[in-house]
């Protein structure tokens, strides 16, 4: 079902004839998948994300005169621009290359020029971290034809930067970790203020399902600014940090002081925290039961707490429960379309993707994609 495509030979083959010979260096960056923790990172929070088997690849060769050649083969498109002269009035997909390299600048890396092949099979827009993935495989290849030491959760760092200061997208830190930081076959349990890291195993008895409602997000940056300024609010009135710094206790002895929405978008947070860790807890000890009962009170938060569901989410996490060898489910992402993640038995696996899709298709106009995942590393020069 919905092989991935050999995007590195692609790579390869493009690279060839677009630039003639052999790259020096072929880099890879994995998207990633959420199993639980939503909007918890730029609280200070926990979440739980792993590495997949769809990835951003790079095959880089320097040049001598500093000058950037890039195509970008999903896209056909070609850029090309000096890397002492970046711009930052370009837009697209460009911006996420010129960014990750400004911020590398800024990080101390000296630059050089490359002629580059970007592919990924990674979905855009569907909560899978596409961009991460991106930033990555950028940050991957360029720190590697500079000769530097490759510092996975500094690198996290400097491409969440390049997103935050030159694409303009205030995301918090999970996506670049996981992008960084992922390990094949485990999950990360990632505190987003220390950024510890606890590797969990993600044993082959059991798939992360990823469900792609075949809608794709809308009006999320301005939604997303509105739900962080919200939680900074919340946090400001129990005067803390953020968010992480409040337990249920003291949610609870004072919640009836916020007002209305504040109170919701609160309580999520603060329950979301605690179902994370609890559900790290629950996966390393085999209780997949209990993880998937977290996934499903996760979902139902994120919808009536959190309000960044969509009645498409809600009818794929609908159809995955009902479907054979489900634990759990819920949305995955920021929300407002994308995905959703469900934990199957993986004897079930080819039962339960095959009446998800029937059920969704019988609900809903969209078209729906399945997307088995495996916990796959991080960012890498590919051997
Ligand atoms: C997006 C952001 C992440 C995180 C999630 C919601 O993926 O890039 O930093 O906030 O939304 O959990």
Redesign the pocket.
């Known amino acids: 079902m919905n092989q991935p495509t050999p995007v590195r030979e692609h790579v390869m083959a493009a690279f060839a004839r677009r630039f003639g010979g052999e790259p020096a260096l072929l880099a890879r960056a994995p998207g990633r998948v ?1 199993l639980i ?6 609280n200070d929070g926990f ?1 739980l994300p792993m590495g997949i088997d769809r990835a951003a690849w790079l095959a880089v060769r320097p040049r001598s005169d500093g000058r950037v050649r890039i195509y970008a083969h999903d896209l056909d498109e070609e850029a090309a621009f000096d890397v002492n002269a970046l711009d930052r009035t370009q837009r697209g997909w460009v911006a996420y290359i010129q960014g990750t390299l400004w911020a590398l600048r800024e990080a101390g890396i000296p630059l050089v020029g490359w002629d580059g092949v970007l592919a990924s099979d990674v979905p855009r827009g569907a ?1 899978l ?1 596409s961009s ?1 993935a991106v930033e990555l495989v950028v940050a991957r290849a360029a720190v590697a034809l500079a000769g530097a030491p490759w510092d996975a959760p500094r690198m996290a760092r400097v491409a969440q930067r390049a997103e935050n200061e030159w694409v303009g ?1 205030a ?5 670049q970790m996981a992008s960084a930081c992922a390990r094949r076959d485990h999950a990360l349990l990632l505190d987003c203020r220390s950024l510890d890291i606890t590797y969990v195993p993600l044993p082959r008895d059991v798939a992360a399902v990823v469900l792609d409602t075949g809608t794709r997000r809308g009006l999320v940056d301005s939604a ?1 600014n509105e739900r962080r300024a919200q939680c900074e609010a919340a946090a400001a009135f129990f005067g803390v940090p953020a968010l992480r710094d409040v337990d249920e206790a003291t949610f609870n002895a004072r919640a009836h002081e916020l007002d209305e929405t504040t109170r919701r978008r609160a309580r999520h947070v603060i329950t979301e925290n605690a179902r994370t860790l609890a559900a790290a807890e629950a996966l390393r000890a085999g209780d997949y039961t209990r993880m998937g009962a977290l996934m499903v009170a996760s979902h139902a938060s994120l919808r009536d707490d959190f309000e960044v569901s969509t009645p498409a989410l809600d009818a794929m996490v609908a159809c995955a429960l009902d479907a054979p060898g489900c634990y759990g489910a819920r949305m995955t ?3 407002f379309g994308g995905c959703a993640v469900a934990l199957v038995a993986a004897e079930h696996v080819d039962a339960f993707c095959e009446q998800v899709l029937a059920c969704y298709t019988a609900r809903m106009p969209h078209t729906p994609q399945v997307y088995v995942c495996h916990a796959e590393d991080g960012a890498a020069i590919a051997t």
């Open positions: 959420n923790g939503e909007h918890t990172d730029y979440v909560g971290s991460a997208m995301c918090g830190i999970m996506d997303y992402g920021a929300g």
